[in-house]
C-alpha cells in the first residue's frame, strides 16, 4: 500500500540541495544513499525541489510488501524542436542501498553496485489537460521491484519483461516492456556504491517478439528512430496504436537482416516446460522425471543452479560467447557475481537441505527424451533453434513450476555435457540436448506452425523416431498440476 504527498511533505523526502545551504546536521538525519540521488534528481530538476512522490506507508524492511520506499515523479519538458514530447519522468528509490545499516541491502564496499546497483526510471507522456502525474507507472515499478527482490535477478540494458498485459490496465497495446539507459540521468558514486539508471520502455507485442528473435538493443535503436514510439528519449505513449512495424514496414527488414546476419541475444528464459526419461521404464521413479504425487523430486544441485542462473543472466548480453559457464567448485550456493554471498540464488531451492550435493549427482546419458513445453514456451523454440543454434550458440529453458531445466546446445558450445556421441544428458533435474545443424534444419521445418501458434489447437506433438526425441505443445493447466 502506498501514499501519494509531496516529496516535502512530513517523513523521509526529499533534502535540500547539496552544496553550501544545506543544514549542517543533515548527513546524520538523512539517508546518505537516498541524499546522493536525490543530488542527480535536483541537478536535472533544479526548478522541481519537492515533486510529487509515493510513497510505502509500511516499508519494505519493516515488513511492507513494496520494495521501493519512493517513487518520485517530475514533470519533463521535453524538446520540441528535437522531436521530445513534453512528459512524467518517474524514478525509483530503493534498489539501490539508501542506508548502509544492512536493514535492505548488504554494503559491499564502495567501488562495487550499491544495493542491486540500479534504480528504475520510466517517462510517460504527457496528456494534454494533464496537471498531475498519472500513479500506476509507480505500482509497475513497485512490480519489478518485487521481481528483482524476490529472484536475485538484476536487469540490465537491453533486458525485455513480457507482460502480457497493458501496463495501465487499460485496453492499449502497450503491454511488455524493454529496459535501457536512462537518457539523462547519469551514474552516482554513493557511500554504498555505484547506482546506474534504467528507463522502462513499453513496447507491444510485435515489438517484444523482435527483441526476443533479435536483440533488445536493435529494437530500442528502431524505437529511438520513430517519434511516436518512443523518439531519443524514448518516451512511452500509452494511446499508441501501431507498431514500429507498422508505422514504417522498412524497419522489418532491417529486423530479418539483423536475425539473420546476428542471430539472437535471447540464451535464456523462465518457463513452463518440463521433460521425461523415455529410456527407462516408468516405475523408475529415482531418476524418472516423470515426477509422481507424493514423491519428492530431485533438485538441482547449487552449482548447476549457478551454472543456469549465470546463462540466463547474460540472456541478453550483445556478442555472448558460445560457452556455458563453467561449475566453479570453489564457489557457494549464493549467487556472487558483483554481490554479497548472503543473497539466495533466484533458481536455488527454498530449502537448502533438499539440494542433492553437486558431487554425488553423476551426469546419465539418456537414449530417448520427451520434452514438454506450454504455448508461450514453445513458439520460442524456432528462435532458439534458428537465432541461436545455428549461430554455434546455447538456449536454457528454465521451468518457473519445477526445478529443472532444459538447455540445447550446438555442436560449437564448449562446457556442455551433452556430446555428439551422447547428445542427450542429465546432471540431475538438468537436461542438456545437442543438436547437429542438420538436425536442426530438419526440425525448422517441421516445427514451422509454431511461429503461428494460434492456428493449431492444444495439445500438439512433434516426433523424431530416428532421434528418440518428441516434443509435445500442452496446454498451460498441465504445468500447473501437482504432476509437474
Known amino acids: 500500500m502506498a501514499e501519494l504527498r509531496p516529496s516535502g511533505a512530513p517523513g523521509p523526502a526529499a533534502p535540500p540541495a547539496p552544496g553550501p545551504s544545506a543544514p549542517p546536521a543533515f548527513a546524520s538525519l538523512f539517508p546518505p544513499g537516498l541524499h546522493a540521488i536525490y543530488g542527480e534528481c535536483r541537478r536535472l530538476y533544479p526548478d522541481q525541489p519537492n515533486p510529487l512522490q509515493v510513497t510505502a506507508i509500511v516499508k ?44 535492505v541491502h548488504e554494503f559491499t564496499g564502495t567501488d562495487g553496485p550499491s544495493g542491486f546497483g540500479f534504480e528504475l526510471t520510466f517517462r510517460l507522456k504527457r496528456e494534454t489537460g494533464e ?30 519483461v513480457s507482460w502480457h498485459s497493458p501496463l495501465d490496465n487499460s485496453e492499449s497495446r502497450i503491454q511488455h516492456m524493454l529496459l535501457t539507459e536512462d537518457p539523462q540521468m547519469q551514474p552516482v558514486q554513493t557511500p554504498f556504491g555505484v547506482v546506474t539508471f534504467l528507463q522502462i520502455v513499453g513496447v ?20 529511438r528512430t520513430v517519434p511516436v514510439a518512443g523518439g531519443p528519449w524514448l518516451i512511452t505513449d500509452m494511446r499508441r496504436g501501431e507498431t514500429i512495424f507498422e508505422i514504417d514496414p522498412h524497419l522489418q527488414e532491417r529486423v530479418d537482416k539483423g ?13 513452463k516446460c518440463a521433460w521425461d526419461d523415455l529410456s527407462r521404464p516408468p516405475e523408475d521413479d529415482e531418476d524418472s522425471r516423470s515426477i509422481c504425487i507424493g514423491t519428492q523430486p530431485r533438485r538441482l544441485s547449487g552449482k548447476d543452479t549457478e551454472q543456469i542462473r549465470e546463462t540466463l543472466r547474460r540472456g541478453l548480453e550483445i556478442n555472448s560467447k558460445p560457452v556455458l559457464p563453467p561449475i566453479n567448485p570453489q ?15 533466484s533458481l536455488e531451492s527454498d530449502s537448502s537441505t533438499a ?50 531445466a532444459i538447455t540445447f546446445v550446438s555442436t560449437g558450445v564448449e562446457g556442455a555435457f551433452a556430446t555428439e556421441e551422447h547428445p542427450y544428458a542429465a546432471h540431475g533435474p538438468w537436461l542438456q540436448i545437442l543438436l547437429t545443424e542438420e538436425f536442426v534444419e530438419k526440425m525448422l521445418e517441421d516445427l ?9 489447437k492444444l495439445p500438439k506433438e512433434y516426433s523424431w523416431p530416428e532421434k528418440k526425441l518428441k516434443v509435445s505443445i500442452l496446454p498451460d493447466v498441465v504445468f500447473d498440476s501437482p504432476l509437474h
Open 355 to 404: 539440494i542433492v550435493p553437486h558431487e554425488l549427482i553423476r551426469t546419465r546419458q539418456l537414449e530417448s527424451v520427451h520434452l514438454k513445453f506450454n504455448q508461450e514456451s514453445g513458439a520460442l523454440i524456432p528462435l532458439c533453434l534458428r537465432g541461436r543454434l545455428l549461430h554455434g550458440r546455447h538456449f536454457t529453458y528454465k521451468s518457473i513450476t519445477g526445478d529443472m
Open 259 to 271: 536475425i539473420e546476419t546476428d542471430g539472437s541475444n535471447l540464451s535464456g528464459v523462465s518457463a
Open 448 to 456: 514451422e506452425d509454431l511461429t503461428s501458434p494460434e492456428e493449431f
Open 204 to 223: 507491444c507485442t510485435e515489438e517484444l517478439h523482435a527483441a526476443q528473435q533479435w536483440n533488445g538493443q536493435g529494437i530500442l535503436e528502431l524505437l
Open 331 to 345: 564457489r557457494q550456493n549464493g549467487f556472487t557475481h558483483d554481490r554479497a554471498p548472503s543473497r539466495k540464488d
Open 131 to 160: 496537471s498531475a502525474p498519472p500513479t500506476w507507472p509507480a505500482e509497475l515499478m513497485q512490480g519489478l521491484a518485487r521481481y528483482v527482490f524476490q529472484s536475485e535477478n538484476t536487469f540490465c540494458s537491453g533486458d525485455h
Open 60 to 103: 519494505y524492511w519493516l515488513g511492507g510488501p513494496d520494495p521501493l520506499d519512493y517513487v518520485s515523479m517530475y514533470r519533463n519538458m521535453g524538446s520540441p524542436s528535437a522531436n521530445i514530447p513534453e512528459h512524467w519522468h518517474y524514478i525509483s528509490f530503493g534498489l539501490s542501498d539508501l542506508y548502509g545499516d544492512s536493514r
